[in-house]
């Protein structure tokens, strides 16, 4: 069983949140709820909970800081947000779970899951100080959580040269470090990366328009070479996208 605290400053989605939690976790005791960072931080520490339910954006301040001005944290968190713009992309870009209100049954089960069945402290302390890293530090300087089948890595993606995709993998290739296999699909990180300047120039390829060197055009096929001299291939329907982006560079 584990011992949950609710914080979430609007009462009313402070106790949907709870009676939801209540009738879809049967392993989880709510002992307690705060309405502020403040009465947040002197919750956590009069209960010591083994989760914390954290919501995103408060009156007086972000879950965020809460977690920063309680640093270290001896708990699991599973993050709740109606703000999609403002939290998802980091929480993504930090392998961090989260839930979007109003709550769903089947996600709340899964995060819970989760966080019962969550790595080492070590390992969530790495997602959190990405995660604060990225908050802090400008677009173009973002940090990824990238998992392969036995470690966790947290790369700067100005340091990403290409991704190529087979089936569920993805290969990471960087500009001055040995590659990375993850075992999760180009999509996901075509959506991560794209506001980022990368560009999907096949089902199988993403690249970094960074380290685009020149474009070869061919009866054979269209040909992207990167400064690195790999070659990547340009599909038909992307070509014209492409050219657009060339033009606007």
């Given at each position: 069983?584990?011992?949950?605290?609710?914080?979430?400053?609007?009462?009313?989605?402070?106790?949907?949140?709870?009676?939801?939690?209540?009738?879809?976790?049967?392993?989880?005791?709510?002992?307690?709820?705060?309405?502020?960072?403040?009465?947040?931080?002197?919750?956590?520490?009069?209960?010591?909970?083994?989760?914390?339910?954290?919501?995103?954006?408060?009156?007086?301040?972000?879950?965020?800081?809460?977690?920063?001005?309680?640093?270290?944290?001896?708990?699991?968190?599973?993050?709740?947000?109606?703000?999609?713009?403002?939290?998802?992309?980091?929480?993504?870009?930090?392998?961090?779970?989260?839930?979007?209100?109003?709550?769903?049954?089947?996600?709340?089960?899964?995060a819970v899951k989760k966080a019962e069945d969550?790595?080492?402290?070590?390992?969530?302390?790495?997602?959190?100080?990405?995660?604060?890293?990225?908050?802090?530090?400008?677009?173009?300087?973002?940090?990824?959580?990238?998992?392969?089948?036995?470690?966790?890595?947290?790369?700067?993606?100005?340091?990403?040269?290409?991704?190529?995709?087979?089936?569920?993998?993805?290969?990471?290739?960087?500009?001055?470090?040995?590659k990375l296999v993850v075992s999760t699909n180009?999509?996901?990180?075509?959506?991560?990366l794209s506001p980022h300047n990368f560009f999907?120039?096949?089902?199988?390829?993403?690249?970094?328009?960074?380290?685009?060197?020149?474009?070869?055009?061919?009866?054979?096929?269209?040909?992207?070479?990167?400064?690195?001299?790999?070659?990547?291939?340009?599909?038909?329907?992307?070509?014209?996208?492409?050219?657009?982006?060339?033009?606007?560079?």
């Open positions: 069983m584990l011992r949950a605290v609710v914080i979430d400053d609007i009462e009313k989605i402070r106790k949907e949140n709870i009676a939801i939690i209540k009738a879809t976790c049967p392993t989880i005791s709510i002992i307690g709820q705060a309405e502020s960072v403040a009465s947040g931080i002197k919750l956590i520490k009069q209960l010591t909970p083994d989760l914390v339910f954290l919501d995103v954006e408060m009156a007086d301040g972000t879950g965020f800081d809460l977690l920063q001005k309680l640093n270290p944290i001896g708990f699991k968190v599973i993050f709740i947000t109606g703000y999609e713009d403002f939290a998802i992309r980091a929480f993504r870009f930090s392998a961090i779970d989260y839930l979007l209100k109003p709550l769903d049954s089947k996600e709340l089960l899964d969550s790595l080492s402290k070590e390992v969530f302390d790495m997602k959190l100080h990405n995660l604060f890293t990225n908050l802090e530090r400008p677009k173009n300087l973002q940090k990824l959580v990238l998992k392969t089948s036995d470690k966790i890595y947290s790369v700067n993606i100005q340091d990403i040269i290409n991704c190529e995709s087979d089936k569920n993998y993805t290969t990471f290739y960087f500009i001055n470090a040995p180009l999509k996901e990180y075509e959506t991560l999907r120039t096949h089902k199988s390829h993403l690249i970094n328009m960074a380290y685009f060197d020149h474009f070869i055009k061919s009866e054979g096929g269209n040909t992207i070479i990167m400064k690195n001299k790999s070659s990547i291939p340009l599909s038909v329907r992307k070509k014209e996208e492409f050219l657009v982006l060339l033009d606007s560079l």
